[in-house]
């Protein structure tokens, strides 16, 4: 079974510019999240969807960042304009619907794209 | 108060004893539990997950749950070199409202197993 897909894996940019992440989750998992890890940090939560649906973007910073899900399989995440505080590893995780499965509320990552702002 | 927080570290452990790691959560209400593995520069691994209270074994890993103490922990048995990693405890408060299956993760603990 394929993971999480993402891509690029890594970007640099300067602070006002802007950049976009791309995923594509494990086969048949409807729900879908994007974490922001700073260095030395655990994972926060920005943005989850179920299908095409957003669930909880509470702690995405809406003035900066955006996401989609269009057909409920890919997503992909911008920040416009990015700032120095940014510099992050952004990951991508996957999981069944919780309530339809064994083990609803397992998470899979995918590899992660380091960004780097200067 | 962190909603999730992790014993500081780093912790360091020679080969082939038991690595102890802890974590205490905040919201009563928790249902699910998990154990990640981050290798350094990778992204985080599953290696456990804990519904109910008491123990889960599962090879070398042990995770022990208590509710009443809101305590999660996770024992490495006959630790090696290649355990050496950050280790995050992650808490989702399960169905219902906009956290449906949010996980709150904890800072992580590094461990170093050393031959």
Redesign the interface.
Known sequence: EAGVAQSPRYKIIEKRQSVAFWCNPISGHA?L?WYQQIL??????LI?F?NNGV??D?QLPKDRFSAERLKGVDSTLKIQPAKLEDSA?Y?CAS?LI??LAI??????????TRLTVT | QKEVEQNSGPLSVPEGAIASLNCTYSDRVSQSFFWYRQYSGKSPELIMSIYSNGDKEDGRFTAQLNKASQYVSLLIRDSQPSDSATYLCAVSTGAGGTSYGKLTFGQGTILTVHP
């Open positions: 729900t999240y030395g940090q655990g994972p926060k939560l989850q179920q669930v909880d509470s590893v990951l999981s919780p309530g083990r609803p509320y397992e998470q899979y990552f995918g590899p992660g």
